[in-house]
């Protein structure tokens, strides 16, 4: 009797076909992490805008994953000072003022009405739009994500733009230079 071969064609953790479950778990992870440490509410909305789940992505969800993992042991070990985690919260509440400041210049009144309502914060109430700036990316929930990173870009203005790039991340693979650049000499602006 032959010999049975085992079936090769079991789908493996690194297999495109396991992808999206991957990068749900691998997003999921990053939330949690910005949560715990912190991160700036900008920084979280354009990383969560830009990476939508495409497989070249990987190594962004990565290192990401990687960077909030070492922050957040060093903040659990006390190797990181009592003040940077002051000063990280502080730095949150910040960006939280300047969200607060832009819904007067960026929201009409019936978008922040709006707003209110869907976010649960009562019209009646005072302070309705410090509200809803302490509110944003407080929770680790996939809809409250997506709703916090649609408010936050339409109250900043780069992100509105569509001015988000992977660059940003500090991760350039790619070995064309980009058309839009300018090289910027000293000699030849002062000739």
């Not at 920084?43 to 290192?63: M, N, Q, S």
């Not at 939280?96 to 649960?120: A, F, I, P, V």
């Not at 739009?129 to 900043?156: F, G, N, P, Y």
Request: charged share 30%.
């Amino acid at each position: 009797m032959p010999k049975m071969l085992p079936d090769i064609s079991v789908t493996t953790v690194d297999s495109p076909s396991r992808w999206p479950s991957n990068f749900e778990k691998k997003q999921k992870e990053i939330i949690e992490l910005w949560h715990e440490c912190n991160v700036s509410i900008v920084h979280r909305t354009y990383f969560f805008l830009l990476f939508k789940g495409d497989k070249a992505d990987d190594i962004y969800l990565e290192v990401e994953n990687r960077r909030l993992s070492f922050i957040k042991s060093s903040f659990s070990a006390g190797c990181e000072p009592n003040a940077t985690v002051i000063s990280s919260l502080r730095n949150l509440r910040h960006e939280r003022d300047m969200l607060y400041k832009q819904m007067l210049r960026r929201l009409h009144l019936s978008e922040r009405e709006s707003l209110y309502s869907k976010w649960g914060i009562d019209l009646n109430s005072k302070q309705r739009r410090l509200q809803l700036s302490r509110r944003v990316w407080t929770q680790t929930d996939m809809e409250h994500v997506r709703e916090s990173a649609a408010l936050v870009t339409k109250l900043v203005e780069h992100l509105e733009k569509g001015q988000v790039i992977k660059e940003m991340f500090g991760l350039s693979f790619t070995l064309n230079p980009r058309a839009d650049r300018r090289t910027f000499s000293w000699v030849s602006a002062h000739s």
